[in-house]
């Protein structure tokens, strides 16, 4: 337990030190030279600045998911929601932090789900910029929407570093990351996933991963109950009783 804390307290210093000290670099730079400094010198300093600020964000709310993960809270408000505006809402976030990309959705069913729309969001957007985020040279990302006979099957490919069968279990774990040479240069602090698969479990949800070397892809499939699927069950049930 002690050894879990220890290893929690001091990746979390770096992950917080990292920004930090780069928000506080370029604002010094900008406060000591702001005479010399051109309009284009300084707008590249404030991105940065903005930037890292929203990494400090986003591993705040990272932290703080996890915190409310292990403390077994459940407050998942479980609804209809139409899967195929959610997942077109996720892309529409993701897209504005990576332009450049292609974010491809092949629609093969329209099913909605039953799920917590906020959290869902948060499944699909953590996948998504993984899947931007881990692409090397492509700019393709590949969206499916299918499902089975029970549930709406939403699949998330890209093309980028693939992921090898003995880390299938372990990438979902608290503050895992693979190391590779892209973990230096893709910031992060490894708790999207394990968030994932947390949030997945409270929606009565899963989710599995592919990935294969040649050719180079990598594939993250979440499982959810379909909404029609639920609701006979429960008439089903309310009518035995
Ligand atoms: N699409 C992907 N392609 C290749 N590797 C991936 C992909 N998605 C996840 N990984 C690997 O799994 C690890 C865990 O992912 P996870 O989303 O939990 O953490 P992170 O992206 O490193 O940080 P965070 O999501 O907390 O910002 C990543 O560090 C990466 O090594
Ligand atoms: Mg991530």
Redesign the pocket.
Known sequence: MDNIKEEFISTLSHEIRTPLTSIKGFSKTMLDNWDNLDDNQKKKFLNIIVEQSQRLI??VE?VLNVSKIDSGANDAVLKKIDTVSAINAAIAMVKMNYKDFDFVFTICSKEPVLADFNKLQQVLI??L???A???KDSKKIEINLKNDKNNAIIS?K?F????DEK?FDK??DKF???D?Y??SS???????????KHLLDLMGGKIE?S?SKSPNY?E?RVHLPLYEVESAIKEALKAKL
């Open positions: 986003n591993l990272n953590n996948l910029d993984n899947a985020k881990y692409s998330i890209n980028g570093i693939s992921i880390y990438i979902f895992f990351r693979i590779t892209i973990k893709a910031q992060g602090s490894g708790l999207g996933l394990y968030i994932t991963v990935s990598c993250f």
